[in-house]
């Protein structure tokens, strides 16, 4: 069973950065395409950013592209999600999320994952 925990969430000032983390202390995140998504209040679930299993391939929503940066320590066993000039729009929870299929275009879409993590919390005041 694929256990996935994301940490790094909080607040922060607009303009300012945070770095989420993603890990599984029970597998090998390796085997897996990993996505990040968020949610905020009201609103439907929305995906941010996915990275290929060997982190070759990237993928990002228009509105962070350029902000925010994924990427994966497969020694480590987690995944990344590096946001900056953070906007109050940000504010919301970020999941993330495992695939076992090929890495496509496809990975934008929440029903490609096979496992979600129970989210963090980011705020970004005004």
């Known amino acids: 069973q694929v256990q996935l925990v994301e940490s790094g969430g909080g607040l922060v000032q607009a303009g300012g950065s945070l770095r989420l983390s993603c890990a599984d202390s029970g597998r090998t995140l390796s085997a897996y395409n990993m996505g990040w998504f968020r949610q905020a209040p009201g609103k439907e679930r929305e995906f941010v950013a996915a990275i290929k299993r060997s982190g070759g391939s990237t993928l990002y929503a228009d509105s962070v592209k350029g902000r925010f940066t994924i990427s994966r320590d497969n020694a480590k066993n987690t995944v990344y999600l590096q946001m900056l000039s953070l906007k109050p729009e940000d504010t919301a929870v970020y999941y993330c999320?495992?695939?076992?299929?090929?890495?496509?275009?496809?990975?934008?879409?929440?029903?490609?994952?096979?496992?979600w993590g129970q989210g963090t919390q980011v705020t970004v005041s005004s």
């Open positions: 999320a495992a695939s076992t299929g090929i890495f496509t275009s496809l990975h934008v879409k929440v029903g490609t994952y096979n496992y």
